[in-house]
């Protein structure tokens, strides 16, 4: 091999320059989309919060590849190595049919009915003689409706490179959002051929002889650093970062605090990521679990009926007595059991004993499905109706919740001590069983079973009775083999929820007898095994639990959907329920060996449980996703995979901390999250040598995160090289939240020289940087769209985060400003109200940065004098004027203009169909703060009223009357309505053309 070690140490990375941030949130986002066919979601989706592979991708090849003097080669090798470019589309099967093709070409006038009928040919099939035979006729492009997809074929003396000449032109005719959502994901494709055809390219751009992209890595890691790259992590959580660094082909070197983070990354790098040979291993491991525990349970004999029929759900219920009534009611907020099959639960008095009988009805009609939709339990009150009268009762009284002097309340619950395993007979809250989905005994080893819902007979009491007798017998052996959990449930903002509403101290109070013994007998299986073999095994008991526990719901199907157990993490809480789903252990074994097998291999790596803070780890890249203020608390609901595993783990875990050390957990914001982020960057920085880089992942909050980061980057030696935008979040998810997040790529290397400025000097320096790179920024686009991209390069978004990110370039390089040594004055606690250096340069730089942004048609000047929500409302009309629709744009551009309550002028928030409310939506509200005031509000209201047609004599009076100074700043009227005629021409065509007529009256007002 003949490329040079170090020879390109002092090289800028592409992505110091460079990024396609748009393609690159495309595809970040389809993957999002992907759901549990992400490749990491097959280890565990109560993880939430892995960053796409695809950003990771990026990452590490944006930081590998060198930026050099010709940005647009670079740009192009790129996208190659990312197979985002458009030839990669034809092999990540985003092929047309000839008759696509042909169609779509010709509507947009990009084929003519002469290269039509030169092309393709018409394939037919005849009978002739009895014989079925196929003929070819030539084409003429009016017979293009009636011919079948398969008709139409390429005449054979038509040659490949114009065959795909035109492809390629079908496939540019596309968006690339459209593009993306048809095409496979490249990480599904064989890699081989994804690649192949891109090597001579890109060896001839970088002066390199890879045949692959780990051979690839190797030699740009030897170019940069002297050998194969290490990539450290050390905040590996769901370990995307350290597995996609792997499989690129990079040494990973990943730890995290939190034990149960280090397993999934362990399982990332050795389970999916296993070598050939021991995929077998791993997939046999699996077998014989669930072979092991079937028989177990099958000898007990607690899941099968008399009949050999095997239970796959148990359906439970909290039971109460009622104050009023004196009645034991079941609780649940629905009786509705099957959906799809209108089964339901019905309550039947039992007089003698003052309670319930619940019978188990199928095939009801829809309205009985809708009366047993109303539950005993709905909006917090217990509701049930008895010889005709319907009681209610408050639920908070039953438990007997009393506020407290300081605010806080308890109740009268019973706080379960660690012996206890079920409700006691006196306690408040009951738990009962009331329907079982059984397997008919035919189906049981069939691939497609067929199941019945039935009500509880004394043979399924007297089975209930039994394990709970097995359980009473040995739960505090098992505890003491580390098989069942013994951990306290620590007090916490999620953790409190099972204590407080249900007096559960202890986590394996989370479990019902039943869960226990199965999930006691998986543990017992699993500890049986060789050491490798546990390690996997123990990520598959995880999921187990995350689908076995007192946490998890029933769903009653929907069309299209049977019914199911729903996971414990659907969401990042410990929720409790009054009525839930225990699958049975056959259905869990079932379920861990129906795990989606996903193989991809890795290059291996380490996988240390330590604090950021105490990495001694020497990394040439370090790329991390920190935790941040909104952040998952990790920390506190992974205890609930901790408190089984941390007793007895494996070896090949046992050097970790089996402890979520929530003390140590970054977290929240603040002075002591930006001291310990910093002394976590500080030490990573120490271990990477002076050519080294960092990228640090965040979420875009608004400029205070930026003001924090500043100041963690300030205080541990980096600066700022660069910053991209990448929208990661899917609709689907947003539609939970109705909100926008995206990840912010920060780019960073070692602040290596000790410089000091006046804030005077940086001002101007700032000024200088932020036009720069913006200046090349839109040059690329430029550039872009003269070599036929249909597409800008960098939107908007992308320029404001880069107009950030240069006047960081410029500040982070100092160490100190006005004398004030920065890295200090970044650490040092802030008060209330006093001053803070950092957060105002922060200010000013974002400022200069939005300053700069100046929308196409509006004059420099004018642009300054704009208020912030006028800006906001100006830049957005002109992104809307562009097509483009997210709510994250308005969300991010409305912290950089800081128009807190930008909603107040948005006709639609909805996530992916956001827009402004047009000047005739705004009517006749929206005067008040800086936005009512604004010569803009004046003259969209005068927009309304030409609209309504209010004589324009009035009009013009109307706005003199609302612009303080009319007469000096009529220049900047005439242009505000000339920017809404020109940005609402195509969306609001009527307002447009009201503003022209504003803005010709304005010119031609007779003054004096
Ligand atoms: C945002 S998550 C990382 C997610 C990860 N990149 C992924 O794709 O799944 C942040 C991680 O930081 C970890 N963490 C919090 N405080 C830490 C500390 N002081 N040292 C090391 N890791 C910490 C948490 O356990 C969590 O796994």
Redesign the pocket.
Known sequence: MSVEPFAWRDRPSLIEHLLPAQKISAEAQKERKAGAGQT?TALGSY?K???PLIL?KACVLGALLPATDDPEADLSVFEKLMAIDDEAFLRREFLPSCVDLVKRLHSRREMSVEDAGRLFEIRRRTVVEDKTVWVLEPFSIGEIENLGRRALQWKESITDPERHAWQLRWIQSFTYLERVSAAKRPEELNQEPLFEPIWSQVNTHLGTQAGSLPELVEQLGILRFGHRPRVG?????????PFEAARLGCNVYA????PI?CM?TWGALNVIGAPEVERPEIESAQAALGAAVDREITELDIEHDRDGNRAKAYLYCSEIKCPQTGWVVPLAPSWVISRTRNVIARLVPDRTRQRFAIEILAGVSAKELEEANNGTIRDGEVIYTLDGETYRTDFKTIRGDTRLPGGQTENKLRLWEKTDFMPRPDDILQDRLYCIQWITRETLNKGRQVTFFAGITDQDLEREQKVEDLVRENLPCWQAEGLVPDMPIETGEKTDEPIRTRGWTYWHHLFNPRQLLGLCVLRRAISRDTEFRQAALLVSLCIALDNCSKLCSWNTGHPGSGEYTAHVFYNQALNTLFSYSARSVDHICKTILAEKKRFAQCFGGTVRS????RTTQPVDLGI?????AD??T??EI?EYFIAWIRTRPPAIFSDWLWDS?RP????GSGDDFRK?MTA?YAAMSAYMPDYGLQVV?FTHQDASVWADMAAIVWGAGLQVAAAWYIATETSSELKKGGYVQGTVLLILRKRLQQQSAYRDELVQEVRAEVARQIETMTGLNQLAKGSGRSENLFEDQDLQMAGYAAALRILTAYSRIDGQDMAAEALRPRQPGSSDTVKEIIDFAVQVANEYLVPEGIARGLWERLSGPERFYIRMLDIEAGGAKKLDNYQNFAKAFRYGDYTAVMGSTKPTDARLKTALELKRAEFEGEFGKSPLRAVLFALYELQREVDIDEVISHLRDLVPGYLTRREDLIELASAVAAKREIKAPAEAQAARILFSRIRNERLG
């Open positions: 990491l993880w919060g892995r960053k990771v992590d050390t905040f590996c959580g769901g370990g995307s970062i730890s995290d605090l939190n983070a999934l330590l604090p950021a803070n991390t996703d920190p935790p941040y952040a998952v990790y920390h992974t050390r140590l957990a970054i977290k310990e976590a992942m």
